[in-house]
């Protein structure tokens, strides 16, 4: 049966946080997983990392880790000095993930995030560069018993691949059984001529997919086409994560790097919204 999570950051105003009180919280609020900020856990004490997994284990919990990768680490530089430096980064995160249990990384594991093309600049040589580095990431992936997951980003946050069409040649030359696709409803609603048709192609290389509303409210409070989105869903049989990152508070540097500009929802009971998000979840997607 698929399960559903959410990311911390929907009650947060900054990225660094503590991790240990969520896991009993969305426990509590109807979710089956807690997603994390991976980069956050890179400097953590490995005690710490290995506290934060046994309270998960105890509490029935999964951990999922997101990631958006700074320009420091980018796998996709052309500059080989970042790259090599990128590829030494998210070989620790892998392998720290492994040692906490394992499970799934995702987001811009395969480039910098934010980053726009510069004028002059060539796509080609990143999508070379991302390619060379995700097929070593990917041996890593299956030494450590974890998935590692490329997010396809729209246009405003990255460049290498904005649709399923654009990245399904790059991981499927790769075909590593632990190198998947994670599908974003926010981005799909740019991007994507079809949801279903999106999901579709994707296939089995569809491991994962982050879900929102088209303004990042949480899930079932919006217009987004879940019904289309569950049938191709089921289509496929994904049987995959889905974790939903809503987004709503204005302030801090998840508002900031997110370009919230206002409160999405004012004077909002988020414990509320994410428990209501959770029964849609599990009533649309799930059962």
Same mark, same amino acid.
């Given at each position: 049966?698929?399960?559903?999570?959410?990311?911390?950051?929907?009650?947060?105003?900054?990225?660094?946080?503590?991790?240990?009180?969520?896991?009993?919280?969305?426990?509590?609020?109807?979710?089956?997983?807690?997603?994390?900020?991976?980069?956050?856990?890179? #400097?953590?004490?490995?005690?710490?990392?290995?506290?934060?997994?046994?309270?998960?284990? #105890?509490?029935?919990?999964?951990?999922?880790?997101?990631?958006?990768? &700074?320009?420091?680490? +980018?796998?996709?530089?052309?500059?080989?000095?970042?790259?090599? =430096?990128?590829?030494?980064?998210?070989?620790?995160?892998?392998?720290?993930?492994?040692?906490?249990?394992?499970?799934?990384?995702?987001?811009?594991?395969?480039?910098?995030?934010?980053?726009?093309?510069?004028?002059?600049?060539?796509?080609?040589?990143?999508?070379?560069? &991302?390619?060379?580095?995700?097929?070593?990431?990917?041996?890593?992936?299956? #030494? &450590? =018993?974890?998935?590692?997951?490329?997010?396809?980003?729209?246009?405003?946050?990255?460049?290498?691949?904005?649709?399923?069409?654009?990245?399904? @040649?790059?991981?499927?030359?790769?075909?590593? @059984?632990?190198?998947?696709?994670?599908?974003?409803?926010?981005?799909?609603?740019?991007?994507?001529?079809?949801?279903?048709?999106?999901?579709?192609?994707?296939?089995?290389? %569809?491991?994962?997919?982050?879900?929102?509303?088209? =303004?990042?409210?949480?899930?079932?409070?919006?217009? %987004?086409?879940?019904?289309?989105?569950?049938?191709?869903? +089921?289509?496929?049989?994904?049987?995959?994560?889905?974790?939903?990152?809503?987004?709503?508070?204005?302030?801090?540097?998840?508002?900031? +790097?997110?370009?919230?500009?206002?409160?999405?929802?004012? =004077?909002?009971?988020?414990?509320?919204?994410?428990? +209501? &998000?959770?029964?849609?979840?599990?009533?649309?997607?799930?059962?």
């Amino acid at each position: 049966m698929r399960k559903i999570g959410i990311y911390y950051a929907f009650w947060t105003h900054e990225w660094v946080a503590d991790f240990l009180p969520f896991v009993p919280k969305v426990k509590k609020l109807g979710y089956d997983i807690l997603e994390v900020h991976s980069g956050i856990l890179a #400097d953590w004490t490995e005690s710490k990392r290995l506290e934060l997994a046994k309270a998960a284990k #105890d509490e029935g919990i999964q951990l999922s880790y997101g990631l958006g990768c &700074s320009a420091e680490y +980018d796998v996709s530089s052309p500059d080989e000095r970042i790259r090599q =430096n990128g590829l030494r980064y998210m070989t620790s995160l892998i392998q720290a993930v492994g040692r906490m249990g394992g499970g799934v990384v995702q987001g811009s594991t395969y480039c910098a995030w934010p980053k726009k093309l510069e004028v002059g600049e060539s796509k080609q040589q990143y999508v070379d560069q &991302s390619f060379k580095s995700m097929k070593e990431l990917a041996k890593v992936a299956e #030494d &450590s =018993n974890v998935i590692v997951n490329m997010e396809i980003l729209n246009r405003f946050e990255q460049f290498i691949f904005n649709t399923v069409a654009e990245a399904l @040649p790059f991981v499927s030359a790769i075909d590593s @059984p632990n190198l998947g696709l994670l599908l974003d409803t926010f981005h799909m609603n740019i991007e994507e001529d079809s949801f279903y048709q999106a999901i579709i192609q994707a296939g089995k290389y %569809m491991k994962g997919l982050h879900c929102g509303e088209t =303004n990042r409210k949480p899930v079932g409070m919006g217009r %987004m086409p879940w019904k289309e989105i569950r049938e191709a869903l +089921d289509s496929i049989q994904f049987d995959g994560q889905i974790i939903q990152e809503p987004f709503v508070m204005f302030g801090g540097q998840v508002g900031q +790097d997110i370009s919230v500009w206002r409160e999405v929802i004012e =004077n909002p009971n988020l414990d509320k919204l994410a428990s +209501d &998000s959770a029964a849609f979840m599990r009533r649309v997607l799930v059962v």
